[in-house]
């Protein structure tokens, strides 16, 4: 979508509205992306003496996946670190409505990608929430970011027309603080058990 339409869209309700707040900048909406600045709350993952992170339920000894993160929060405008090879999950500061007729792709804003923390994601449409980010650094050396900084962008494309993409019973919709992988909950995980000579 173009800046026209994404304002034409903006604070409008219904299958085809888009909301976004808080909204702090008009200089966040771009010709063909948006802005979206770092949240307050952290999944940091630690190392544990487990030799590995179970997704299968079935599995003797398996371990919820949140019990491999420590959660922490900053306040806006405080630092949080991010070390080279580390995994942190987070969302974005604003909480967003997407139209039923559009999905996002949320990338790493340039300035950031060219200090080694690349974010790729892409939210279905009606999502509902704050965006769901997973940070990793690539680089060498640590990096500081900033609750609140301007560090994603949001580029919307505009299906042919609208979709009830799985309702509300998506894993991660409405979500406004970072939620650990719920790989464990897929219905596959369990028929594929049952296949499994082990079992």
Partial sequence: MIKQEIL????????????????LDDSQIGEVTIDLRLGYDFLV???????????????????SVSSYFQPTRRELGER????????VLTTTLEYVALPSDA??????????????IAVNTMIQPGFRGCFPVELFNHGNNPVELVV???????????????????????????????TPSRAADDA????????????
Avoid: C, H
Wanted: net charge positive.
């Fill in 80 to 87: 949080f670190i991010l070390y080279p090879d580390q995994v």
């Fill in 148 to 178: 609140g900084a301007k560090m994603f962008q949001m580029r919307l494309t505009k299906l042919a027309s609208t979709t009830n993409y799985g309702g509300t019973e998506r894993k991660y919709f409405g979500n406004v603080r970072p």
């Fill in 45 to 63: 993952s630690i190392v544990t003496r487990r030799p590995y992170i179970g997704v299968a339920r079935q599995d003797a000894g398996f371990r």
């Fill in 103 to 116: 999905y996002a792709d949320v990338l790493s804003r340039s300035s950031y990608t060219r200090l080694g």
């Fill in 188 to 199: 596959d995980l369990q028929r594929l058990s049952r296949l499994s000579p082990d079992q």
């Fill in 8 to 23: 034409d869209r903006l604070g409008k309700t219904g299958p085809t509205g888009l909301w976004i707040e808080p909204l």
